[in-house]
């Protein structure tokens, strides 16, 4: 099936690590990725990871895979003010060319 | 910037009118896509070309219809617009059809029905 899920908000405070999950339902999903969406803005691809991989790192970021839970986890290090946005999970299923996003989290950063 | 532009970055017209978008993709990139944003439904994928053929088609509905042109940019054409139609309406493109080739976004048109 086609079904991503994330929870919808998350408030964290500035300095703190962000942990944004998502639960996606195609063991054949080959791809998965995040993306970062500002006010008014475009998507941003921020990382992806292939389904045989369990972790990938890029500096602030950490992705995390638990394919036996079919769970994603974007964890952001220091979060930022900037960091503030919503964030989007999708996947990417084998022989299929479309991405199916999740509803996306918002995350406000506090000071 | 993802180097990919879209035009015009707000549109607003009256319900039964006919819009069209455009894309251009990054440079090299031969395949884009279409996806429609909207707070009920949220992203939602349209359709896909690659070089210029039409890849794969999601829930697009009879009264849009898209092409990809020699030149490899977009247009997405929205007829007897309704005011469920408002909506962003990103463009994404990437340099194949599938496999690790991530997507990557334009900063979408802003459709408002009147």
């Known amino acids: 099936g086609e079904d991503v899920e994330q929870s919808l908000f998350l408030s964290v405070r500035e300095g703190d690590s962000s942990v944004i999950n998502c639960t996606y339902t195609?063991?054949?999903?080959?791809?998965l990725y995040w993306y970062k969406q500002e006010p008014g803005a475009g998507l941003q691809l921020l990382t992806y990871i292939f389904s045989n991989m369990d972790m990938k790192q890029d500096q602030r970021l950490t992705v995390l895979l638990n394919k036996k839970d079919k769970h994603l986890s974007l964890r952001i290090a220091d979060t930022q003010t900037g960091d503030s946005a919503i964030y989007f999970c999708a996947e990417r299923y084998r022989d299929d060319y479309k991405l199916s996003f999740g509803a996306g989290t918002t995350v406000t950063v506090r000071a | 910037d993802s180097g990919v532009t879209q035009t015009p970055k707000h549109l607003i017209t009256a319900t039964g009118q006919r819009v069209t978008l455009r894309c251009s993709p990054r440079?090299?990139?031969?395949?884009v896509y279409w996806y429609q944003q909207s707070l009920d439904q949220g992203l939602q994928f349209l359709i896909q070309y690659y070089n210029g053929e039409e890849r794969a088609k999601g829930n697009i509905l009879e009264r849009f219809s898209a092409q990809q042109f020699p030149d490899l940019h977009s247009e997405l054409n929205l007829s007897s617009l309704e005011l469920g139609d408002s909506a962003l309406y990103f463009c994404?493109?990437?340099?194949?059809?599938?496999?690790?080739?991530?997507?990557?976004f334009g900063n979408g048109t802003r459709l408002t029905v009147t």
């Open positions: 994404a493109s990437s340099p194949r059809s599938g496999g690790d080739s991530p997507l990557h």
């Open positions: 440079s090299g990139d031969l395949s």
């Open positions: 195609d063991s054949s999903s080959t791809y």
